[in-house]
């Protein structure tokens, strides 16, 4: 079955169908270097353009339709606005309603943050549903957690909405099930002699000092909070977002081993690792390594992807 993949990010979600026996013919992403990163691993049609712009009749006819839609609007991390967030990107939903409406896939995948569900008392996630509902889509949904669901120790939480045309697909789709986490921390992380000094904190860098007071176990991922230093204690990654790696907030630091003056940042193979993303995916060479962190940390969690698109590959084998 072809899928068709918008704000694809860098392909996150079209490897776990993929993975699952499905095929990405289109994809539509407005951030130039993610195309970049896009195009250095598929060879789908990708339009590197604003969605606003696309004519649904002009996209290619696909089956399935995939969706990680911009969070920040929705997001705690962010200003939580809406479908009323002042850069536009809350109502980017009804972009995909224009265009599902012409398509009419029989599958629809969304994604988002697990605030969704919450944000405007609810009133928000009622509105996307009820304009599904109104195209004669069958929903369901859930929020899944990449450590619970992916086998992936990461802190991570999402909405995923499911939507099927044929309503008996619907009632045979669930979503997996929990399973054991068994990856470690450690299993995410790259040999240390291959990372680069560039990614190390020195006795130059402002917070050195309380980098060092706090950061000595080995076995766990930190945080520089502004202010003071996080330990996640619950020996997953937090959740990574696109602003780490920059110098400020929630920066993942790690100092695995167990020295003062050997503290890092996490480096963006280690993120993407830590998305579940395999290990011979393609960084172009031009893309700087803040870029690299910005597409991790806007991406999703692969292994939760795929397998979600195989419980929704057996629904729709009859």
């Avoid at 599902?100 to 969304?110: A, D, H, N, R, T």
């Amino acid at each position: 079955m072809k899928c068709a993949s918008f704000f694809t990010g860098v392909g996150g979600i079209d490897i776990g169908f993929e993975k699952a026996g499905f095929d990405t013919i289109f994809a539509n992403e407005l951030d130039s270097f993610a195309a970049q990163t896009i195009r250095a691993n598929f060879d789908f049609q990708l339009e590197n353009s604003d969605i606003n712009g696309l004519k649904p009749k002009e996209i290619p006819d696909f089956d399935i339709m995939l969706a990680g839609f911009p969070c920040q609007a929705f997001s705690i991390a962010g200003r939580r606005q809406g479908f009323n967030d002042d850069k536009g990107r809350g109502n980017l939903f009804f972009k995909l309603e224009e265009i599902f409406k012409v398509k009419k896939p029989q599958v629809i995948l969304l994604e988002n943050v697990k605030n969704l569900l919450t944000h405007d008392n609810g009133n928000t996630l009622k509105v996307i549903l009820e304009k599904l509902k109104a195209q004669k889509y069958h929903v369901k949904f859930q929020v899944l957690n990449a450590s619970t669901h992916g086998n992936i120790p990461q802190n991570r939480e999402r909405i995923y909405i499911v939507c099927f045309k044929d309503a008996k697909a619907c009632d045979r789709f669930t979503f997996p099930s929990a399973i054991p986490l068994t990856k470690t921390i450690a299993d995410m992380l790259v040999p240390e002699e291959t990372i680069p000094e560039r990614f190390y904190y020195t006795e130059k860098s402002a917070m050195h000092a309380a980098l060092v007071n706090e950061i000595k176990d080995a076995k766990t991922i930190y945080q520089w909070r502004r202010k003071y230093v996080r330990a996640n204690k619950s020996n997953l990654c937090p959740t990574l977002t696109a602003n780490m790696g920059t110098g400020g907030h929630n920066v993942p630091l790690v100092n695995v081993q167990g020295k003062a003056n050997t503290i890092r940042k996490l480096t963006p193979r280690e993120c993407f690792n830590f998305q579940g993303f395999p290990a011979d995916f393609i960084f172009p060479e031009n893309v700087s390594v803040s870029n690299l962190y910005k597409q991790a940390g806007n991406s999703v969690v692969v292994p939760v992807i795929e397998r979600i698109a195989l419980e929704i590959k057996k629904a729709l084998q009859v």
